[in-house]
């Protein structure tokens, strides 16, 4: 025989029940919601995580590719990291990697797009600016001085400023533009930490120049 429900049982389940009927769906929906915000947040740390454990391995694959001097594997290494894993920093310093070792078998054309790729891809500042750096370098071996310059004109990191002036200099001396390699160069030397080896070199280019450090450059018209 079923139990008898008393008057206050009865109320809180009347209550309940139009509860639920004004707000059911509502809840219910949320619910739904809140639990897909989390089945999604899940699903997006998961890829987070499988994507940097693949690429820090294929990094390894260009890594030793560069060591060993395997060109036609530091090819397609860094191909697949770029085209595959392109928001990662593995990916960047990947090619930043592959760049220098194609500098230093003379396939500059592939240092080039490589070095084009990080600039036009990452979102690290930091990356972009290293890529500059060395792309103008490039350019200004081919004499491309206004392409380096424009390279240079990004705007960079301080840490990387003092870096970006001292190349000026190099184009300006490059040009026989002497006031004005002075000026960037006392620019750089000033931005480098006191104790940094570079800042020693800056200033013996100052010193190759008849300039010092601390004086501003003669005023000069370039021509």
Do not use: C
Not at 23 to 42: E, F, K, N, P, R
């Amino acid at each position: 025989m079923a139990s008898h429900l008393d008057l206050e049982e009865q109320e809180q389940i009347d209550e309940l029940k139009h509860f639920w009927k004004r707000w059911g769906d509502w809840i219910t929906w949320a619910s739904i919601a809140v639990l897909g915000s989390y089945a999604a947040w899940m699903g997006w740390q998961s890829w987070s995580v499988k994507q940097a454990t693949q690429s820090a391995a294929l990094y390894d694959t260009v890594e030793r590719a560069a060591l060993s001097a395997d060109m036609a594997l530091l090819d397609r290494s860094v191909a697949d990291i770029e085209d595959k894993f392109a928001r990662t920093s593995y990916a960047q310093q990947a090619a930043l990697l592959a760049a220098r070792i194609y500098q230093e078998k003379a396939r500059p054309a592939d240092a080039r797009k490589h070095l084009t790729w990080v600039i036009d891809t990452s979102h690290d500042a930091g990356y972009q600016a290293l890529a500059r750096l060395r792309l103008s370098a490039l350019q200004i071996e081919d004499k491309a001085f206004d392409a380096a310059r424009q390279q240079l004109a990004a705007k960079v990191p301080a840490a990387f400023a003092p870096l970006v002036a001292d190349r000026l200099g190099d184009i300006d001396m490059i040009e026989k533009k002497t006031a004005d390699a002075i000026g960037h160069y006392q620019q750089a030397w000033k931005g480098f930490d006191a104790n940094a080896e570079y800042r020693r070199l800056v200033a013996v280019k100052l010193a190759a120049l008849g300039a010092d450090p601390e004086e501003p450059a003669a005023k000069e018209t370039s021509k």
